[in-house]
């Protein structure tokens, strides 16, 4: 019986599908019998093009915005995150790690902790699932 | 003139005090042929780490960025006034930077090394160097000793 089945719905019931789309699609492939070529079109299924965080929300690092730059260092160290840890592009990680710098020599942010105040912070990214891996 | 931005930590006094320290600061940056574009009041509040000053440790700050149009000349003696001023803890000086690129290059960044450019870049330079792990002397060089150590 299980036989019958599978057999009916291998080669009965796509049979049955194909000649109602034929009768549906006829008359549109009379109209237009000869342009069936295939049509010039770009990639459907490319992905989109990835940004960081910081380009695609246009925001440009300053050493007077340290609760921003504060989310790039650690709490427990103060230590700047690297590249494969904030996923930021070359261009604006070297900028950040600068305004940092900037903004730990102003007085602005601390060397060795991260603000208490700033502790809750929404995390940017996930210190534990590195990009690529390291050594610590 | 160049626009720069100085970012200075006044110490802790009061209000009036702090106003003729302000117009003290400003005046010097008017007696050198500078402008003021605007001034930024960051606020009073404690410092992240305790500074030495003047001979006085100061663990808060009032904390004020001038953005200033000033010649170049006139920084260096704008910093040197101030690092003479009591009032002033701490005082840097940072060119203004405004415009901000986005060509993003995290794209080409993410593929895997043999695409990347900067990889790329490493293997060729790395074939006009010598190995050093492969690398063996040679005997017929015509010296008659081993110049190195065995
Ligand atoms: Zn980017």
Not at chain 2, 63 to 81: H, M, N, P, R, S
């Amino acid at each position: 019986m299980s036989l019958l089945k599978t057999l009916l719905t291998r080669y009965v019931l796509p049979n049955t599908y194909r000649a109602t789309a034929v009768r549906f699609t006829s008359s549109d492939a009379k109209l237009s019998a000869c342009d069936d070529t295939p049509v010039e079109m770009e990639n459907p299924y490319k992905k989109e093009r990835r940004q960081c965080i910081l380009c695609k929300l246009n925001i440009k690092p300053d050493y007077k915005n340290y609760r921003l730059l504060s989310q790039f260092q650690s709490p427990y160290t103060g230590r700047i995150y690297g590249r494969h840890i904030t996923g930021l592009c070359k261009n604006k990680q070297a900028l950040v790690e600068n305004e940092i710098r900037k903004a730990q020599n102003c007085a602005y942010m601390p060397y060795y902790y991260k603000d208490k105040v700033f502790l809750k912070d929404p995390k940017l990214f996930d210190p534990e699932n590195p990009i690529r891996s390291h050594r610590f | 003139m160049p626009t720069y931005e100085v970012a200075l930590m006044l110490r802790a006094m009061p209000k009036p005090e702090l106003k003729t320290t302000l117009k003290r600061i400003s005046h010097a940056i008017f007696d050198r042929g500078g402008i003021i574009r605007n001034i930024e009041n960051l606020g009073f509040r404690p410092m992240p780490y305790k500074t030495t000053a003047h001979g006085i440790v100061h663990r808060e700050a009032n904390y004020f960025v001038f953005k200033i149009d000033a010649a170049t000349k006139a920084v260096w003696d704008l910093k040197e006034e101030y690092s003479r001023d009591v009032d002033v803890i701490r005082r840097r000086v940072f060119k203004s930077q405004d415009t901000c690129d986005n060509n993003c290059t995290l794209e080409e960044e993410l593929l895997p090394p043999a695409y990347r450019e900067d990889v790329q870049n490493m293997i060729e330079v790395g074939k006009t160097q010598v190995n050093r792990f492969t690398y063996k002397f040679k005997y017929n060089s015509g010296l008659d000793y081993y110049p190195f150590q065995k």
